[in-house]
């Protein structure tokens, strides 16, 4: 069984522009997660979706961000436009509704905004 | 607000002696806790998960770890680290369902 997939593994862009991530769940997890971690600080979660639906958004910084999860598949993260403070690794996960519900990470997306 | 606090930034260990890795959390209700590992380059990996039961939980690579509700410490040990074992680990608590709150991490080195 394939796990979660993220890419791009690596991004450098500059201030002011825009980067789109993508998370790939494993098949059949209607659970998804974003997180994020800024250098040397802690993973801080983003937000959830269940199927395509946003369940909890509480974690986006602000209005740049923008998440989608179309036909409750696949999940993009749009930053737009970047500032430097965005910087960082950004940690997908999924988990499947009623199995203990325990989240399994991908690679992470590291983004650094110059 | 929950929290999760993991007061040792950096661990040194040798190769061979025991290791325990430190977590602290704040909850207000019966948590779920879990420790990943993050080796270079690697995701987050799950070592092991406490849901309910035995206090004491066997996960991956030889690691345990024990829930103390008293003392709101879920600990992570191992009787005897491998050099493959140097990785960034991170305590996590949540409930079903919704999201983790992590602590900040403790990175792990391995001398021979």
């Known amino acids: 069984e394939a796990g979660v997939t993220q890419f791009p593994s690596h991004s450098v862009i500059e201030k002011g522009q825009t980067v789109t991530l993508r998370c790939d769940p494993i098949?059949?997890?209607?659970?998804l997660y974003w997180y994020r971690r800024v250098m040397g600080k802690e993973i801080k979660f983003l937000l959830h979706f269940v199927k395509e639906s946003k369940q909890d958004e509480s974690g986006m910084p602000n209005n740049r961000f923008l998440a989608e999860r179309t036909g409750g598949t696949y999940s993009t993260l749009k930053v737009q436009p970047a500032e430097l403070e965005d910087s960082g690794v950004y940690f997908c996960a999924s988990s499947q509704v009623g199995m203990g519900e325990t989240q399994y990470f991908g690679p992470g997306t590291r983004l650094l905004v110059l | 607000a929950q929290s999760v606090t993991q007061p040792d930034i950096h661990i040194t260990v040798s190769e061979g002696a025991s290791l325990e890795l430190r977590c602290n959390y704040s909850y207000g209700a019966t948590p779920y806790l879990f420790w990943y590992v993050q080796s270079p380059g690697q995701g987050l990996q799950l070592l092991l998960k406490?849901?309910?039961?035995?206090?004491l939980v066997q996960g991956i690579k030889g690691f345990e770890a024990e829930f103390k509700r008293s003392q709101s410490s879920f600990n992570l040990r191992k009787p005897s680290v491998h050099w493959s074992d140097a990785a960034e680990y991170f305590c996590a608590v949540g409930q079903v369902g919704e999201k983790l709150t992590f602590g900040t991490g403790t990175r792990l080195t391995i001398i021979p």
């Open positions: 406490y849901f309910s039961g035995d206090t």
């Open positions: 098949s059949g997890h209607d659970n």
